[in-house]
Antibody, heavy 120, light 107 residues
Framework: EVQLVQSGAEVKKPGESLKISCKDS????????IGWVRQMPGKGLEWMGI????????RYSPSFQGQVTISVDKSTSTAYLQWSSLEASDTAMYFC?????????????WGQGTLVTVSS | DIQMTQSPSSLSASVGDRVTVTCRAS??????LNWYQQKPGKAPKLLIY???NLQSGVPSRFSGTGSGTDFTLSITSLQPEDFATYYC?????????FGGGTKVEIK
């Protein structure tokens, strides 16, 4: 059974750094892309970027390029999303999701989400 | 970037109704269009991929049609568990943009 397990909720202050995680259990980690999706309170889904764990090839949405960093640790089958300096506007739920290597594949399995709250 | 526009943004319907949601892409995306269902406080769930293919385990009352720029999600005989928000997403090219969502509420 495919399962993506995300790290727990975080409460941070503006200017602080943060790294949240998404751990795979149940499939070959390097056979699927891992993407990240933001959902601000009461709003829709926003695609942030995606990484190929096999070679760390990473694609960012222009809206998030330079704002966040997506990475992986193959040894632990874990993907990460990190910020160097949080802002209040980063307050949101963040989901990881996997995507097959097949051309134009959907996001077919999702983590449970990590709630990030940034407040002074 | 490819822009995805869903309509309506919300609708009210009764159990047993047929519901249709539309999604329009700002340029042709062939059939690379997916539909997700999201319930409050939960992760999205894939319903339909490549415009018309039902994801495993999804009830057959859900269906999708379309190609190019215009797509439709239909739910026949709406069930209580179908009240949720539905999103389309194109996977033709990065960034893999989502539509704004359609909230299906109980009338």
């Amino acid at each position: 059974e495919v399962q993506l397990v995300q790290s727990g909720a975080e409460v941070k202050k503006p200017g602080e750094s943060l790294k949240i995680s998404c751990k795979d259990s149940g499939y070959s980690f390097t056979s699927y892309w891992i993407g990240w999706v933001r959902q601000m309170p009461g709003k829709g889904l926003e695609w942030m970027g995606i990484i190929n764990p096999a070679d760390s090839d990473t694609r960012y949405s222009p809206s998030f390029q330079g704002q966040v960093t997506i990475s992986v640790d193959k040894s632990t089958s874990t993907a990460y999303l990190q910020w160097s300096s949080l802002e209040a506007s980063d307050t949101a739920m963040y989901f990881c999701a996997r995507r097959s290597m097949v051309t134009a594949a959907p996001l077919d399995d999702w983590g449970q989400g990590t709630l990030v709250t940034v407040s002074s | 970037d490819i822009q995805m526009t869903q309509s309506p943004s919300s609708l009210s319907a009764s159990v047993g109704d047929r519901v249709t949601v539309t999604c329009r892409a700002s340029q042709s995306i062939a059939s690379y269009l997916n539909w997700y269902q999201q319930k409050p406080g939960k992760a999205p769930k894939l319903l339909i991929y490549a415009a018309s293919n039902l994801q495993s385990g999804v009830p057959s009352r859900f269906s999708g049609t379309g190609s190019g720029t215009d797509f439709t999600l239909s739910i026949t005989s709406l069930q209580p568990e179908d009240f949720a928000t539905y999103y389309c997403q194109q996977t033709y090219s990065t960034p893999l943009t989502f539509g704004g969502g359609t909230k299906v509420e109980i009338k």
